[in-house]
């Protein structure tokens, strides 16, 4: 059985950092893994503790040394920082080799000065060396065979009952756990519903072009696809742009970023390829690798590795600093020993260090903020060190910050769902449903037809395009037959379903046994642990994981006289009835930790209680200002305030609260941004209806103005930020219409007749750019691009009718054109 051996390499660092590299090839190769500078986080000077720490942490050391004595931390005339590792690996083997003395060396790569100190170290590790090296090879050879009896065999069998627990928890997805609690049960030999079940293809927002065959022929800038798409969907050519599958994001990019919002199935498509290969490992012939090469894998079965990052930074404990691939492997180690196969680590290794897995980061932001340094230096470590394919999950807000982003990868952006894939999910939603016994199979298409009439509702398209609402939707459309219009609504409907209506005289018996005087009561405990969770991640985008111990206590202490036993059957009922809260970890209290089936519903609960507060107003200005991590369980807090509660009075407060004072800070600015999304929500009609509505949408859309045209926040989110100001209504002239209905344009000055030279860049896109122009006549340039809404009016106008607004040319390329083209087209027009 295999064991995780790390080595620590001591060395001069800048004349040999070839042959450094060949005994860390020659560790690996053996199954040894290897600890130097090359896996630390980079520091502005080299790390003397941190340096003792790895040593000391070693099983097993070697030293190379040629010319160099090296850097001495404390001054001329005291012992090398290479000395010193020497001399901290005492307690364990130390294999040593020295540069032989006849090989030539660079001459600027011999420390002469130091030639005393470094023959009297020589001296002093004369009873270590293991042989004499010449070149990088030559080194890399001696390794190998100083280290054979030390070599580490892999075994793939030891993997299988790692990949047998991987394949059963992929299968369990979120709110699958909820609405099927068998699968909570491995021994359950009936009909679960599973993410293969229900999985529907994801598509990116990166645009693709694709041979007769369907192949992809080369990637494409967004800018640059949208004018082929105009002038490909008239040609109807083989040209056409489409949208990279996630599915061929995996395959094609080796270190591949997947950005997505809240609930656009980034996790579930993890847990889909994890699904897919572990089963092949474990059941190769149920087709479980050729259902992914369906979807566009061009790889064999990988060796799947899934970590879930905020597990990983959980185990690193509270005193880590130093994120190092080491580290990463670490708690890999561990978490094979936690399946019962410890001795899995060589092969895992093996394979990682063959290219041959697939590593699989889920949640880079939902690691607190303590530790996403820590976190992001060892996935860089890694990806440095072992040559595999890695696959990492994040929110699109939080990776916009330069401090969450990982060098050397590429990023793609999940894209919503279109109607077809709506239809595909629901249609694959009722078959599961029906299979698994919930309905019955003659209701099931007419089940279908009805909920797929329901989400082409213009107010739920937006909600049905997002794979984790239209999820909650099937969930509701099921129990109910209906769909409320609203996120907070549907969500609020959802929590029902699972927590009162699905069982409601367990649920009744369950209020009754813990003595509490409505169903409401029961709500209050689970938003409390929802706000609990969130408050105590560090104020970042982590989800909810939150000790036993924690939840007894909110449980026992705030709602339920200090009664412990019925905390206890509180949680049981929530976690296996419910399926609200997710257990897993240690038998005890304290190493029991919590989650809830998906973070968007940590998000709704927790806005819940900040809802259910005396201090709502307060409590939203404070939690406006803390960026994404926030963003969410305000806006819920304010959906469901205005539409469970009823209440827009004190959204609208809050709102007004929050604009008041002179913006100054970042954080300022974030709050501006997200009161402009909460009078969205609540709706500008009914804001302006209030009795100081008009007064804060006036205020709001000033602030809104004023951080858009000064370049407040990042680009991502300004761009965001001016998308809701134009919502809202922007005050700015230039980019709206007059009273009388025609574009009020501002100009920004005048263009003279004669020459003029367009553009200049020769490597662009389009063939004229650089090309010299004689004009004809004057014109003027407006301060803003015509928008949306002005050249709506054009076109109301009829602009498209009258000859006199073109040019000759223009006039020509509109043809029979009575509006623009793609104007009312389904997937590109947003109104």
């Not at 004595?69 to 000395?83: A, C, H, L, N, V």
């Not at 060098?407 to 595909?424: H, R, S």
């Not at 006036?698 to 809701?724: Q, S």
């Amino acid at each position: 059985m295999g064991k995780h051996l790390d080595v620590f390499i001591s060395s001069t660092s800048i004349d040999l950092p070839e042959h450094r590299q060949a005994v860390v090839d020659a560790l690996l190769d053996i199954g040894l893994f290897p600890s130097g500078m090359e896996h630390w986080p980079v520091e502005d000077e080299y790390p003397v503790d941190l340096c003792r720490e790895k040593v000391e942490e070693a099983e097993l050391f070697i030293g190379i040394y040629a010319h160099r004595y090296g850097w001495r931390p404390d001054g001329p005339g005291t012992p090398s920082i290479t000395e010193m590792e020497y001399d901290w690996a005492e307690d364990i083997p130390r294999f040593c080799f020295l540069i032989d003395p006849s090989h030539p060396w660079p001459p600027d790569q011999i420390e002469g000065d130091a030639a005393t100190d470094l023959k009297a170290f020589k001296d002093r590790v004369s009873e270590r060396i293991r042989g004499t090296f010449t070149t990088p090879d030559d080194l890399k050879a001696k390794v190998l065979a100083a280290m054979a009896p030390h070599a580490q065999k892999s075994d793939t069998s030891q993997v299988l009952p790692y990949l047998r627990h991987l394949h059963h928890e992929a299968m369990q997805s979120g709110l699958l756990k909820a609405i099927d609690p068998s699968t909570k049960d491995p021994s359950f030999g009936g009909k679960h519903i599973t993410v293969n079940d229900v999985y529907t293809p994801l598509d990116t927002r990166t645009q693709v072009v694709r041979d007769e065959e369907g192949l992809i022929r080369w990637d494409m800038h967004e800018a640059i696809v949208d004018r082929m798409h105009d002038r490909a969907k008239e040609r109807d050519d083989e040209t056409k742009p489409s949208s990279l599958s996630a599915m061929e994001a995996a395959s094609h990019y080796s270190h591949l970023v997947v950005l997505g919002d809240p609930g656009s199935g980034k996790s579930t498509f993890v847990n889909f390829l994890a699904l897919g290969l572990a089963g092949h490992w474990t059941e190769a012939d149920n087709g479980w690798l050729e259902h992914l090469q369906d979807q566009g894998w061009e790889h064999d079965a990988l060796l799947p590795v899934r970590v879930i990052l905020r597990d990983f930074a959980q185990d690193m404990g509270e005193t880590a600093t130093h994120g190092t691939a080491q580290s990463l492997m670490g708690h890999i180690e561990r978490m094979l020993g936690r399946c019962d196969c410890p001795g899995a680590i060589t092969a895992v290794r093996d394979a990682m260090n063959s290219g041959q897995a697939l590593l699989m980061l889920d949640g880079l932001d939902e690691v607190p903020g303590d530790k996403r340094e820590t976190v992001r230096n060892a996935v860089t470590a890694t990806m440095r060190v072992y040559p595999c394919r890695v696959l990492i999950t994040c929110r699109i807000l939080s990776y916009a910050n330069t401090e969450w982003q990982i060098p050397e990868t590429e990023a793609v952006t999940l894209a919503p769902f279109d109607e077809d894939k709506i239809i595909q999910f629901v249609e694959a939603w009722y078959t599961a449903s029906a299979a698994l016994g919930n309905i019955a199979r003659d209701q099931a298409q007419a089940r279908i037809n009805d909920l797929t009439s329901a989400v082409r509702d213009r107010r739920l398209q937006d909600m049905a395009s997002n794979p984790m609402l239209l999820t909650v939707m099937a969930i509701v459309h099921n129990h109910r037959g209906a769909l409320p219009r609203e996120t907070a609504r549907l969500y609020q409907e959802c929590v029902e379903i699972l927590m009162w209506k699905w069982k409601p005289d367990a649920a009744r018996h369950l209020r009754e046994e813990l003595e509490l005087d409505d169903e409401s009561d029961l709500y209050r405990i689970l938003w409390q642990i929802a706000y609990e969770a969130h408050e105590h991640q560090g104020g970042h985008d982590e989800a909810a994981d939150i000790p036993k111990s924690d939840v007894m206590a909110i449980a026992a202490e705030d709602h339920l006289e200090g009664d412990y036993a019925k905390a206890q059957r509180f949680c049981d009922y929530v976690e296996e009835r419910a399926g609200l809260l997710v257990g897993r970890g240690g038998v005890d209290r304290q190493r029991h930790m919590y989650a809830f089936p998906h973070r968007t519903f940590q998000e709704f609960l927790a806005g819940c209680h900040i809802a259910d507060h005396v201090d709502f107003v307060e409590i939203i200005g404070e939690k406006a200002g803390l960026g994404a991590s926030w963003r969410e369980v305000v806006l819920l807090a304010t959906g469901h305030m205005v539409f469970n509660k009823t209440d827009r009075n004190q959204p609208i407060a809050a709102a007004q609260y929050i604009l008041t004072p002179e913006p100054t800070t970042e954080e300022d600015w974030q709050a501006v941004w997200l009161t402009g999304e909460m009078l969205l929500l609540i709706g500008r009609q009914t804001v302006e209806k209030h009795r100081i509505g008009v007064q804060v949408l006036e205020l709001a859309r000033a602030r809104l103005a004023d951080l858009v045209t000064n370049g407040h926040l990042e680009p991502v989110e300004r761009a965001a930020a001016g998308r809701t100001l134009s919502q809202l209504g922007d005050p700015r002239p230039g980019l709206d219409l007059n009273e009388n209905g025609v574009p009020d344009v501002v100009w920004s000055g005048q263009v003279e007749a004669g020459p003029f030279q367009m553009g200049g860049d020769s490597a662009a896109y389009n063939a004229w750019d650089g090309a010299e122009f004689n004009l004809k006549y004057d014109y003027w340039i407006a301060h803003y691009p015509v928008t949306y809404a002005q050249y709506a009016a054009f076109v109301a106008a009829g602009g498209y009718q009258e000859r006199a607004y073109w040019t000759d040319a223009g006039w020509e390329d509109k043809g029979d054109r009575t509006e623009p083209h793609l104007w009312n087209d389904p997937e590109w027009h947003i109104a």
